[in-house]
Every structure is written in C-alpha cells, then in structure tokens.
C-alpha cells in the first residue's frame, strides 16, 4: 500500500493553462505538505494544512490555491501557469511533534 | 537565521569510503535534525534522525554526529556502497512551531564501484 500518493505523475502543459495535482496518504496523518523541488534539487515548502486548516503559506503566487477537502486529502491548483513553475511537486505528510515527514513519489510538471 | 547550510554539494567517493556531509543552523529553537535520501524519480524517504540531548546517533552504516554548541551536524556513511548513490538532505524542525521543516540545500552522492 503506498503511503502518500499522488497524481499525475508527469504533467505537460502550455503556458496559460490551469491544472491540478491530487495527494491522498492512508498514514493517519493531521498534517499535510506541499513540497516545490527545482532544477538544482533545492526543497522549498509552500503550504501546509493541519486537520484540513492552513497552518504554513510561504510566500507563493496566489496562483496556486491548495485545498483540504479532508485530513488524508490535499489538492494543489495551478491557475494560469507559467515557464517558472516547471518543476518537481512534493506532496507529504506527517503527525505532529518530531515525526518524520513522508513524502509521495512527486509530480513533475513541465510548463511549456 | 531559518536557514539550514549543507555542504557539499556533491561529494563523490570509492566503494567501501566513508562519506561525510555537514549541515549548519542559525535557529537555537530547532530541536529535531532528520536526513533525508532521495534516489531519482522518488520522493525523499527518512534516514536518521537526532535530538540535541544526544551527541551522536548510529543506524547501522550511518551515524549522525551533533554538535550543539557548534550548532553543526554531519552524517558519515561507513563503508559506502554503489547503492548509496543518492541525494542526501539535512533538515531542521522546531517541534514547538508550525510543523515548518527547513531543507538543507542538498548533497549528490555518487559512490564509484
């Protein structure tokens, strides 16, 4: 059983467009995480939801809008994307305290 | 002072070598230092892990060395194999703030047969 899934995978789009990725993780977890890994594998968080509250806005474009809907989903949607958000996206997960983080395998969007 | 300092950046070392990778924080608030490995086209999985009431932590070939005064911490692989071959990150978290993990900036190791 995978822990922390996401999907898609690979993601191709056109500048301009809007796309969503999807994270679900079965690990029990209140804490969900958005992860940005770029070109040079520097890991930068964005967002971050407790019990389906935001507890972490980085300094990210209101662009990307995250979504809750429960505590083993968060969604991630892009609006009108650009050349700069072609990169690795990280979902992860974890309790709170010094739990480890557990992150699913990534989406690599690729903005053309 | 969120910063987290790693170093190297790469590090490329014999089978059967001991690699070493150093991380630095500013912030005296963390409190819990895991190591991330990631392999390409994977998520980063976690590798060890120490709180700062210990000095040195070992998990089979890996050990994590801290220094609290220094505000430094390191891994050291012993006796590194080809399958070691990886990207290594440190992180800090202060387990009394927002659940902000903070990434080190990444170690590409490659471990020559």
């Known amino acids: 059983d995978t822990a922390v899934s996401q999907t898609p995978k690979y993601l191709v789009t056109q500048m301009g467009n809007d796309k969503s990725i999807k994270c679900e993780q079965n690990?029990?977890?209140?804490?969900m995480y958005w992860y940005k890994q770029d070109s040079k594998k520097f890991l930068k968080i964005m967002f971050s939801?407790?019990?389906?509250?935001?507890?972490i806005n980085e300094t990210v474009p209101n662009r990307f809008s995250p979504k809750s809907p429960d505590k083993a989903h968060l969604n991630l949607h892009i609006n009108s994307l650009e050349l700069g958000d072609s990169a690795v996206y990280f979902c992860?997960?974890?309790?709170?305290?010094?739990?480890?983080?557990?992150f699913g395998n990534g989406t690599r969007l690729t903005v053309t | 002072q969120q910063q987290v300092k790693q170093s190297p950046q790469s590090l490329i070392v014999q089978k059967g070598g001991i690699s070493i990778i150093n991380c630095a924080y500013e912030n005296t608030a963390f409190d819990y230092f895991p190591w991330y490995q990631q392999f390409p086209g994977k998520g980063p999985a976690l590798l060890i892990a120490i709180r700062p009431d210990v000095s040195e932590k070992k998990e089979g070939r890996f050990t994590i060395s801290f220094n609290k005064s220094a505000k430094q911490f390191s891994l050291h692989i012993m006796d590194s194999q080809p399958g070691d071959s990886a990207t290594y990150f440190c992180a800090a978290l202060s387990t009394s703030g927002t659940y902000k993990y903070i990434f080190g900036t990444g170690t590409r190791l490659k471990v020559l047969a």
């Open positions: 690990l029990g977890h209140d804490t």
């Open positions: 992860a997960s974890s309790q709170a305290g010094d739990s480890p983080l557990h």
């Open positions: 939801y407790n019990n389906k509250e935001l507890i």
